[in-house]
């Protein structure tokens, strides 16, 4: 079956990286479009992004294009994505999604929360 | 990119019917048929419900139903159980069908 796993809850200061990761397994990895969605508290989703792993190509939400990066490796199947410059409204639950079936998101991973605090 | 637009709650009594909208503009909602809903529990991982304005996956039940009318796509919820109670989201591509639009969210309450 499929499945999007993330990595684990992370706490960062003002002006770092973080990197969240989403491993998947039970479909094509290289053939589907792997999003990412956000959501802050108190406020709704958020698309940022997707990426197309067996060709790199990606796209942005305009407010993300600038200081985000999302990556995929196809030997473990697995996206990542890098927000840098973190500021104290980057606060959220960072999820991935994947579109196997056609243009709506099918599969989730169950969200990472990173919090950016002094 | 504005946000799509929908109600920031509804409600209903458990049997009742409710209606969601989902408003945007001729650039997404009124310019392609990849409106999908989503239903989102708090601390879990949303979940579609229709997808292509009208069509439910496999597993859904169809006391939920999607339509769309020009730039407006709805969602309507028939025999409102109490496990419906949660955070539905519609969204739309955009941008020719690479970009995504979110709704704002609207929070159902069963009373």
């Known amino acids: 079956q499929v499945q999007l796993v993330q990595s684990g809850a992370e706490v960062k200061g003002p002006g770092a990286s973080v990197t969240v990761s989403c491993k998947t397994s039970?479909?094509?990895?290289?053939?589907?479009?792997i999003h990412w969605v956000r959501q802050a508290p108190g406020q709704g989703l958020e698309w940022m992004g997707w990426?197309?792993?067996?060709?790199?190509?990606?796209k942005f939400a305009p407010k993300f294009q600038d200081w985000v990066t999302m990556t995929g490796d196809t030997s473990v199947s697995t996206a990542y994505m890098e927000v840098s410059s973190l500021r104290s409204d980057d606060t959220a639950v960072y999820y991935c999604?994947?579109?196997?079936?056609?243009?709506?998101?099918?599969?989730w991973g169950q969200g990472t929360l990173v919090t950016v605090s002094s | 990119q504005s946000a799509l637009t929908q109600p920031r709650s509804v409600s209903g009594s458990p049997g009742q019917s409710v209606t969601i909208s989902c408003t945007g503009t001729?650039?997404?909602?009124?310019?392609?048929?990849?409106i999908s809903w989503y239903q989102h529990h708090p601390g879990k991982a949303p979940k579609v419900m229709i997808y292509d304005v009208s069509k439910r996956p496999s597993g859904v039940p169809d006391r939920f139903s999607g339509s769309k009318s020009g730039n407006t796509a709805s969602l309507t919820i028939s025999g409102l159980q109490a496990e419906d109670e949660a955070d539905y989201y519609c969204?739309?591509?955009?941008?020719?069908?690479?970009?995504?639009?979110f709704g704002g969210g609207t929070k159902l309450t069963v009373l």
């Open positions: 990426i197309f792993p067996k060709s790199r190509e990606t």
């Open positions: 001729s650039s997404d909602v009124g310019g392609n048929n990849y």
């Open positions: 999604a994947t579109s196997t079936s056609g243009q709506y998101f099918d599969y």
């Open positions: 969204c739309s591509y955009t941008g020719g069908y690479t970009n995504v639009l």
């Open positions: 039970g479909y094509a990895f290289n053939f589907y479009y």
